[in-house]
């Protein structure tokens, strides 16, 4: 009733948008500590589809990933919301407000409260004509203090208690119909204590308070 798919690298979100686009039209909030926007458009060097699977959800890329079954695009720039992007990001920010996708820092997501921010969020991939939206989350989202086992563990991420009342926010409304998770590398958590965490806040969000 509820996928949850788990993954290597945030690549795997475009499996999930593409089954969604076969669908309808649906959005994404991404929950992630970088915006995964590399194109040709603003990049010399692209190729790498972990650090570019949004631009290429929304058609920027090689066509052989932007156009599979002519479905290009998979999912439109107006229906993502990108939530936890680290605030020296100025780039990255600035190109995706001039597209009108919405981003929430992590200071912004502490300054406006969590849960409020949530359901604000929530409540704009609640409405007609999306039919529904999906979750992706990065593991990179957290802190490097408490989640190292990431392959870009930037700093300043988000707190355990912090992301777990954000994903129980997100899926928790009856229009999310899915999640995966990724980025965790387990050779970079040889004691699995990154791991046991990260398992701990997904069960954390389904579980009832």
């Given at each position: 009733?509820?996928?949850?798919?788990?993954?290597?690298?945030?690549?795997?979100?475009?499996?999930?948008?593409?089954?969604?686009?076969?669908?309808?039209?649906?959005?994404?909030?991404?929950?992630?500590?970088?915006?995964?926007?590399?194109?040709?458009?603003?990049?010399?060097?692209?190729?790498?589809?972990?650090?570019?699977?949004?631009?290429?959800?929304?058609?920027?890329?090689?066509e052989d990933l932007t156009n599979l079954e002519g479905l290009r695009p998979y999912l439109r720039d107006e229906d993502i919301r990108l939530i936890g992007i680290r605030d020296y990001f100025h780039d990255d920010r600035a190109e995706l407000a001039e597209l009108k996708i919405p981003t929430m820092t992590v200071a912004e997501l502490r300054e406006w409260g969590i849960p409020e921010l949530t359901l604000a969020v929530v409540q704009t991939l609640e409405v007609p004509p999306l039919e529904g939206y999906w979750v992706h989350l990065d593991a990179d989202v957290l802190d490097p203090r408490v989640m190292p086992a990431v392959d870009s563990p930037d700093p300043d991420g988000l707190l355990p208690h912090e992301l777990t009342l954000l994903l129980k926010g997100l899926v928790r409304s009856p229009r999310c119909v899915g999640m995966n998770v990724t980025v965790y590398d387990p050779d970079l958590d040889p004691e699995g204590g990154a791991g046991a965490l990260l398992t701990d806040l997904i069960v954390a969000a389904f579980t009832e308070d």
């Open positions: 009733d509820f996928p949850l798919v788990l993954g290597g690298d945030c690549s795997i979100q475009l499996g999930a948008s593409l089954a969604l686009r076969r669908l309808g039209r649906y959005g994404l909030a991404a929950v992630d500590a970088s915006a995964d926007f590399r194109h040709p458009g603003n990049s010399a060097h692209v190729g790498a589809a972990a650090g570019e699977e949004l631009a290429l959800a929304t058609g920027r890329g090689q």
